[in-house]
């Protein structure tokens, strides 16, 4: 096995469709950061709910006892089934997926989740560590039996949005780089001044001969055709 491949953090799953999905792997460390966060939360939640409930004798017991088991068994999977992420992974930036890049389920959380009792053994995660660090998925106990894996949740820049007119579909078939240079343009060209916006539409407009503002709603109309368009 090549040295490249033992550190390689990239894990890559082609969908039927034939794209390929990359996904960053989630280390021990950061897993153990996002963990603590989990940790202390739960905390103050234990602590609030005992001093609440501490007053009412034997049925304040037990509802502090429920209480205490509702949340250290479902307090993670209530948060990854609905966001994919408990507040320690979101506040980290990962969180938690199935081996092909879907959401992860109920029945996935539960059952990654059931298992942190073995991962937690003999003590800290001791076989959860070691699990982790034997695989190059750095998957826990947990992770191999529910098939899920963590990952960091990449943030993508969202498109700005473009000026509204009236979809135009160009007079020629725009290559791929010249589509992305007439909505790079569209996106940038309200920040620009007039004349900076007229010189460049020109460039970009140059088969149409368009001049002027009329070429700077040329282009308007054809990054709207190839957004919206087609």
Known sequence: MALTEEVDTIRQYEIPEGVLLEFRLAGPLVRASAWAIDAAIR??????????????????VAIILIALFLIEWFYPVLFEVKNGATPGKKAMGIWVIHDNGTPVTLSASVIRNLLRAVDFMPVMYGFGLLSMLSNREFKRLGDLAAGTLVVYRDNYEERSELPSRTAERPEVELTESEQQAVLAFAERAPGLSSERRVELAEILNEISGRKGERAVDGIYGYANWLIKGR
């Open 43 to 60: 905390a103050v939640l234990y602590i609030v709910i005992g001093l609440s409930f501490s007053y009412f004798g034997g049925v304040g």
